[in-house]
Nanobody
């Protein structure tokens, strides 16, 4: 079983950038596809980006293409999410998640989740 811990969130002005990190422990990280989701109060988690277990394949929600970049370093057991040109509507709690069945846009197909990191974008 893998444990996930996100970091890197914070308060940033619109147009700025952040790099979120998700450190994994307790499992074979390189065997998991990884995803980033975000959630605002009262709504379901929204898919943002996903990456295959080797990092050779990535997938992005249409709403974030061109601004989000997902990457991973299996030697460091870490997955990253670079977010550029932040917008107020990006304000949310960002979660990383691990899947044993391949990368997916569906939250229910991920087996393990971190506790989340808050991103707040001021206008």
């Amino acid at each position: 079983q893998v444990q996930l811990v996100e970091s890197g969130g914070g308060l940033v002005q619109a147009g700025g950038s952040l790099r979120l990190s998700c450190a994994a422990s307790g499992g074979a990280f390189s065997r998991y596809a990884m995803g980033w989701f975000r959630q605002v109060p009262g709504k379901e988690p929204e898919f943002g980006a996903a990456i295959s277990w080797r990092g050779g394949n990535t997938y992005y929600a249409d709403s974030v293409k061109g601004r989000f970049t997902i990457s991973r370093d299996n030697a460091k057991n870490t997955v990253y999410l670079q977010i550029n040109n932040l917008k107020p509507e990006d304000t949310a709690v960002y979660y990383c998640a691990a899947s044993t069945t391949g990368y997916s846009t569906i939250a229910g197909e991920y087996n393990y989740w971190g506790q989340g990191t808050q991103v707040t974008v001021s206008s």
